[in-house]
T-cell receptor, first 114, second 114 residues
């Protein structure tokens, strides 16, 4: 069974600074996808960034980038130049190519302080 | 608005009553997912449809839960004989069904069972 662990229930960062959210996962699959989703307060969840496990290059989307370490089963999210609108719950998620059962971590509540 | 919509947004019911939720996916999406999210946790997969066919069901989906997608468009999730433990946010997501299969989430239906 696949499990996703986010060890930081809450984090805070000053506006314009950089923050890194941690995620580890456990799986016996070799082909899978990893995702970071953002859930702002009282708003729906949106995809921030995704990584295909077969790609060695780390994914980047504007201010968001990941550090994907396949051997260590680690998938951290770095947010650069943090903005107040980045305040949200962030969920790390895993999906094996072999099925459609997406597994989420418990989330990290990020607060960006002015 | 062309996103995923869910109705109702909030539902309060008494234990033992039946409830039904509706999800309207993005129109061209052929995959539809249901998740349950309890406070402080990430979403947990319940079930998914490819067009009108229900292809996967989680063990979390007890006999009291049933989901349908009769014409491959909108979906309903019914909970019979609700229990207090059913109180949660029920999320719907849809996707195009491509390999990476990015899921777009709706705002959710918050169920409170008294």
């Amino acid at each position: 069974a696949q499990t996703v662990t986010q060890s930081q229930p809450e984090m805070s960062v000053q506006e314009a600074e950089t923050v890194t959210l941690s995620c580890t996962y456990d799986t016996s699959e070799n082909n899978y996808y990893l995702f970071w989703y953002k859930q702002p307060p009282s708003r729906q969840m949106i995809l921030v960034i995704r990584q295909e496990a077969y790609k060695q290059q780390n994914a980047t989307e504007n201010r968001f980038s990941v550090n994907f370490q396949k051997a260590a089963k680690s998938f951290s999210l770095k947010i650069s130049d943090s903005q107040l609108g980045d305040t949200a719950m962030y969920f790390c998620a895993f999906r094996a190519i072999s099925n459609n059962d997406m597994r989420f971590g418990a989330g990290t509540r990020l607060t960006v302080k002015p | 608005d062309t996103g995923v919509s869910q109705n109702p947004r909030h539902k309060i019911t008494k234990r033992g009553q039946n409830v039904t939720f509706r999800c309207d996916p993005i129109s061209e999406h052929n995959r539809l997912y249901w998740y349950r999210q309890t406070l402080g946790q990430g979403p947990e997969f319940l079930t998914y449809f490819q067009n009108e066919a229900q292809l996967e069901k989680s063990r979390l989906l007890s006999d009291r839960f049933s989901a349908e997608r009769p014409k491959g468009s909108f979906s309903t999730l019914e909970i019979q004989r609700t229990e207090q433990g059913d109180s949660a946010m029920y999320l719907c997501a849809s996707s195009l069904g491509l390999v990476i299969d990015e899921q777009f989430f709706g705002p959710g239906t918050r169920l409170t069972v008294l």
